[in-house]
């Protein structure tokens, strides 16, 4: 059984930061899937944030490129999703997810592959 725990969320103030922690497990990360965060505020659609392939290769969306890094501890089956310079459209439910399809792990990929494992989320609010 897959699960995907998230956890690290909470409340800051603009130019904050946070580190998402996604712990996995029952899931094969082999080669050509891919992992990453999913983002949805309050009332909108879900978005694509961050992605990882199975060689580290990383995908951004424009609007958090240089301030969010994605990585993974494959020892500890941990993805992790740091979060620097925060803004207040930062704020939102966060998701960790984890692909069973393989696919190039990009950005505009990720918005169009139904993941098929994804956590709880972890919220958050970032304030002015």
């Known amino acids: 059984q897959v699960q995907l725990v998230e956890s690290g969320g909470g409340s800051v103030e603009a130019g904050g930061s946070l580190r998402l922690s996604c712990v996995v497990s029952?899931?094969?990360?082999?080669?050509?899937?891919?992992m990453g965060w999913f983002r949805q505020p309050a009332g909108k659609d879900s978005e694509a944030v961050a992605g990882?392939?199975?060689?580290?290769?990383?995908t951004y969306t424009d609007s958090v490129k240089g301030r969010f890094t994605v990585s993974k501890d494959n020892a500890k089956n941990i993805l992790y999703l740091q979060m620097n310079s925060l803004k207040p459209d930062d704020t939102a439910m966060y998701y960790c997810a984890a692909a069973v399809n393989r696919f190039r792990c990009t950005i505009p990929a990720m918005n169009r592959v139904s993941f098929r494992y994804r956590g709880q989320g972890t919220q958050v609010t970032v304030s002015s």
């Open positions: 990882i392939d199975s060689e580290g290769n990383t």
């Open positions: 029952g899931y094969t990360d082999s080669s050509g899937r891919c």
